[in-house]
């Protein structure tokens, strides 16, 4: 059920009615009910088979970061936390409180709910306006998941937050949850990031961000942005080939971190105040890994520790060891770690490229905490290296694929804009799916950086990377290296709807870099 309700009024005071198709069958109900005359015990019958919603308030706080307050935005479920945790078997049921001064929408990264409630801004589900409640209710799939505005530039100020749904194998294994919430700080305005990159107007940025949603998915539409077409944005050395960056010694290189950051933030904190989380000596952790950033990719170093990845974006792998995991953006990792003896232990997120890193410290009681410096030795650009050892644990069923289409990725830093397939969002053509279809894309990228490309509403598996067939991960978001990097993906076509497939690098993706995938009996 979708509905909306004034703050504190009495009664749902509907909004949204193009996009309740649950709704519409509950006043088909209605109408069966007034003809049967059973009307009066209506609400009551409704209310029993739905559990009371869990209330998420989008709203605003103040950070201290550096040492200065930052306003931001934030998601805070009814435990007082940031998101929502669910016991194993509970539904997604959540009024979402929109007391944020502004529009907004979030989404439910990595679930797979029906279209209308994805949290996407298409014109059948607009932005929740500012003092508005809107419900959601459907069942969710156990896992890390997270949550984070699709409303304009809102996920750079921080409207993001874990959503973790238990589940009973996980209970049973008994081991200490560890959330870690990965976040990219600036304390400019998110307009003025992108007026900077985009080389355009605070004004004109704005509005960059904004028409995005006016427009979704018409292509042609009258008052769209000028087509920018190939020369103006595509990699200009023509055809698929890597450019030669002159600027840097070396030559050839791709590009990393758009955007320079004031600060990076693990659980909303830095290096000079990290969390420290009480653990058991000998403790068993469940570490769970989110990749919130908006335009960053970092290593995962537990140092001494040896983890074993066994979940990638909320679905299990066969467990995979390492010390220095990369996680890009909009991914998650779920890590098991059984502590070796009592102490401290840094779990340290290095930003690729560089040194600057952020983290959290696991102690034991007692222990003494020393003092992380944000900087260490410079990190690799992230890289599918984990990604090539990974192993589904719940492959999708072999069968051939039905439709196998190519999409390109190109763009760059000047212009700045991102394309697929030489498109750019919103005008764009969707890819037309049916029911029951078995999907591949191939994912090629002709830019100079990587792309960590999301799908909503489905779990994909990764089939091949670079050419390589492998039975990789079940997951939600996967990164495309740059130059040339390729990886093949395989879905079921099984939630009808109109679903959005876009690059998680927020900058990239409203600057063109999203398409829309469409079932022929979903009206546009
Ligand atoms: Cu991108």
């Known amino acids: 059920m979708i509905s909306a309700s004034k703050q504190g009024g009495s009664g749902y005071d509907i909004r949204h009615e193009s996009a309740m198709s649950k709704l519409y069958s509950r006043r088909d109900f209605l109408r069966a009910a007034l003809a049967s005359g059973v009307l009066p015990i209506l609400p009551r019958f409704v209310r029993a088979a739905s559990p009371v919603p869990k209330r998420l308030i989008a709203g605003t706080r103040v950070l201290e970061v550096n040492g200065r307050p930052a306003k931001v935005f934030g998601l805070t479920g009814p435990d007082g936390r940031p998101g929502i945790r669910l016991a194993p078997g509970e539904r997604f049921c959540v009024d979402l409180v929109n007391q944020a001064g502004t529009r907004t929408i979030v989404h439910w990264h990595g679930q797979l709910p029906p279209w209308t409630q994805d949290g996407f801004p298409w014109p059948q589900t607009p932005p929740i306006a500012n003092g508005l409640v809107q419900t959601y209710d459907y069942s969710p799939i156990p896992g890390t998941y997270w949550m984070h505005s699709h409303h304009g530039l809102q996920e750079q100020r921080l409207m993001a937050a874990p959503l973790i749904v238990h589940d009973d194998a996980e209970l049973r294994e ?59 944005a595509a990699d200009a050395p023509g055809l698929g080939m890597p450019t030669m960056d002159m600027s840097r010694p070396g030559g050839m290189q791709m590009d990393l971190n758009d955007v320079h950051y004031d600060a990076f933030l693990a659980n909303d904190r830095t290096l000079a105040d990290p969390e420290i989380v009480q653990v058991e000596r000998g403790g068993r952790i469940r570490l769970r890994i989110i990749n919130g950033a908006t335009s960053s990719q970092f290593w995962i170093d537990l140092g ?59 102690a034991t009681p007692g222990a003494q905490i020393p003092r992380i410096a944000d900087s260490a030795q410079a ?95 079940v997951r939600d978001t996967v990164l495309v290296t740059p130059m040339m990097g390729r990886v093949r993906i395989a879905f079921d076509a099984d939630n009808p709807g109109r679903w959005a497939f876009h690059c998680h690098n927020l900058y990239h993706m409203v600057t063109g870099m999203m398409t829309e995938f469409r079932y022929e009996e979903i009206a546009a």
Do not use: C
């Open 174 to 232: 008994d081991r200490q949850e560890v959330v870690v919430m990965l976040h990219d700080f600036t304390f400019r305005a998110p307009d003025e990031v992108l007026a900077t990159l985009t080389g355009t107007s605070v004004d004109a940025a704005r509005a960059m961000a904004q028409r995005a949603e006016e427009t979704a998915g018409r292509k042609g539409a009258t008052h769209a942005p000028e087509p920018r077409t190939a020369g103006m």
């Open 379 to 473: 990190a690799e650009p992230v890289d599918n290296s984990l990604e090539a050892r990974l192993t589904a644990a719940d492959p999708l069923p072999p069968r051939p694929a039905d439709i196998v289409r190519t999409i390109t990725l190109r763009g760059g830093m000047k212009p700045y804009a991102w394309s697929m397939n030489g498109e750019y969002w919103p005008q764009v053509s969707p890819l037309m799916l049916r029911k029951g279809q078995r999907v591949e894309i191939d994912l090629v990228n002709h830019s100079m950086m990587a792309h960590p490309i999301h799908l909503h509403g489905h779990a994909f598996q990764v089939i091949a990377i670079d050419g390589r067939s492998i039975r990789g991960a």
């Open 304 to 362: 001494e520790l040896v983890g074993r990845v066994v979940a990638t974006d909320g679905h299990r792998v066969q467990p995979v060891e390492g010390s220095r995991l990369p996680v890009a953006m909009g991914q998650r990792l779920d890590i098991l770690i059984d502590l070796p003896r009592a102490g401290t232990f840094p779990i340290l997120v290095r930003l690729e490229g560089t040194g600057r890193q952020t983290g959290i410290v696991l």
